[in-house]
């Protein structure tokens, strides 16, 4: 009994100190690329990718692209976490769902913060029109992969057989993914706007996860 305790314990730590480093490695991207590509005004690195780009992208590649970056839109995310959101109200599970609440709507308050801190002006080549919110970090990129990390921690702590969750997971995350990618495709966000965002997503969701599971002890 004692090995198993400390077998656990060393699990925990480790994977501890592995969140940890990856948070710092997130921060440190995220703040990295607010400072050479925003702050000094650097495109380099951003003309290289949309060169890169040009050269593959096809009308069809941006019609489907354009399906894919609908499920990043405020237009789908907010009644899918109402959605989610009312499901687990409806099987009064009210802390799940309060805490899902509190971190969609967190997680745009800081969205919307750093947006408003930083200022970059959206590509002028965009291939979508009218958009008069600014470029950095990109909003699809970063509140689609939040978004959709809730969905596969509702899988893992489902009842389904493990093959079923791992697949699942995958797929989502991969989604998430693609809408982030369909960004740059569609040149709505300059491809370092979209890494950042990846970068700033990871560190929200293990910052959260943190948080969840030191409330719930303390609950």
Not at 62 to 75: A, K
Request: hydrophobic content about 55%; proline content about 2%.
């Amino acid at each position: 009994m004692e090995n198993k305790h400390k077998k656990l314990l060393k699990q925990l730590s480790l994977h501890f100190i592995t969140s940890a480093c990856i948070f710092i490695a997130c921060v440190f991207v995220f703040a990295l690329i607010a400072d050479e590509v925003v702050l000094e005004n650097e495109k380099m690195v951003d003309d290289k990718v949309f060169s890169f780009f040009d050269s593959i992208v096809t009308p069809g590649l941006i019609d489907t692209m354009q399906v894919f970056t609908f499920f990043g839109s405020s237009q789908f995310l907010l009644p899918a976490y109402i959605v989610v959101v009312s499901y687990f109200v409806l099987r009064k599970s009210f802390r799940n769902g309060i805490t899902i609440a509190v971190v969609g709507l967190t997680s745009q308050a800081l969205l919307f913060t750093l947006k408003q801190i930083f200022h970059r002006a959206r590509p002028d080549a965009s291939l979508v029109k009218n958009i008069t919110t600014f470029s950095f970090p990109s909003g699809h990129t970063f509140s689609s992969l939040v978004f959709f990390s809730i969905l596969i921690y509702i899988i893992k702590a489902s009842n389904w057989k493990g093959i079923y969750k791992w697949i699942l997971s995958m797929l989502l995350l991969l989604f998430a993914l693609t809408i982030a990618l369909s960004r740059i495709i569609l040149k709505v966000h300059y491809p370092t706007d979209v890494f950042a965002s990846l970068c700033l997503a990871i560190a929200w969701i293990i910052s959260c996860r943190w948080l969840v599971k030191r409330v719930n002890k303390e609950v």
